[in-house]
């Protein structure tokens, strides 16, 4: 059975045949599925989706790409609902260099605010990182991140960096790109991470892997990241889907 670590299916790209996705998700062994509610519009679909499907649960946080737009009360909002059982981490946040849609040092102090709610919570944290490699890690390490660990969602950067955030008490987790043939720092990346520390995700409906690329990607398709990150451990697709599911449960504290 398939742990799928970050998916959004309360998104507009799913409005027409989203419970047909979720049925394909069951039939393709995904046993488990954490969705992600990153502002005002999306953390409340988030929650309904986790309190409409026993195997959803829900993580809920402020996206650095939205981070101009979050309050004081966004916060005790997001606090607020963290106590819900069916919420199961706090995120995705970080910082986005790619997309310039926030002010760079408002994603910062918005990044700082969501590690010390997770700290004052004891909840994992799930981190989005795009071309932002030090200043991210900079701040786990001066926020005191490793206290509540969590997870490096969508992994892209090097061996050094993924190095630097499992000594912060990281888990890796790798996507739709891991399949694709011109991968080779995630390839070697993913060689190297402790079995113990690698997770798998899609991060649908975006990342699609091959062999659907260029397709809307959904929360089935993470079976063909498994299936390569066995490959590249020499693991049965067995033993990879069972030590991913593992790492994850332990990770968000859900029991089998």
Not at 6 to 17: G, I, R, T
Not at 109 to 123: N, S, T, W
Not at 220 to 245: D, F, H, K, P
Request: proline share 5%; hydrophobic share 40%.
């Amino acid at each position: 059975m398939l742990f799928e670590t970050h998916a959004h299916l309360n998104a507009k790209e799913f409005d027409e045949d989203r419970e047909e996705v979720i049925a394909r998700a069951r039939e393709n062994g995904v046993s488990t599925i954490v969705n992600i509610g990153f502002n005002a519009e999306t953390i409340p679909t988030c929650m309904d989706l986790a309190k409409n499907h026993d195997f959803i649960y829900a993580v809920i946080g402020w996206h650095p790409q939205d981070a101009k737009d979050m309050t004081d009360e966004h916060l005790e909002w997001i606090e607020e609902l963290s106590r819900d059982p069916k919420v199961v981490g706090l995120g995705e946040m970080g910082l986005d260099y790619y997309w310039d849609t926030s002010p760079k040092d408002v994603q910062a102090e918005v990044f700082r605010k969501q590690i010390r709610l997770a700290r004052k919570l004891d909840m994992p944290i799930i981190i989005h990182n795009r071309d932002a490699h030090q200043d991210v890690l900079t701040i786990l390490k001066e926020e005191k991140a490793a206290e509540v660990g969590g997870i490096m969602h969508c992994f892209s950067g090097s061996w050094e960096t993924a190095k630097l955030a499992l000594d912060m008490n990281f888990y890796i987790s790798f996507g739709g790109p891991l399949t694709f043939k011109n991968a080779k720092q995630p390839k070697e990346v993913a060689a190297q991470v402790p079995l113990d520390k690698l997770l798998i995700e899609t991060d649908c409906p975006y990342l699609t892997p091959h062999p659907f690329r260029g397709k809307r990607n959904e929360s089935g398709y993470v079976r063909y990241v498994c299936e390569e990150m066995a490959n590249i451990r020499g693991l049965s697709y067995e033993e990879m889907a069972q030590i991913t599911t593992e790492n994850a449960r332990r990770l968000f504290r859900l029991q089998p």
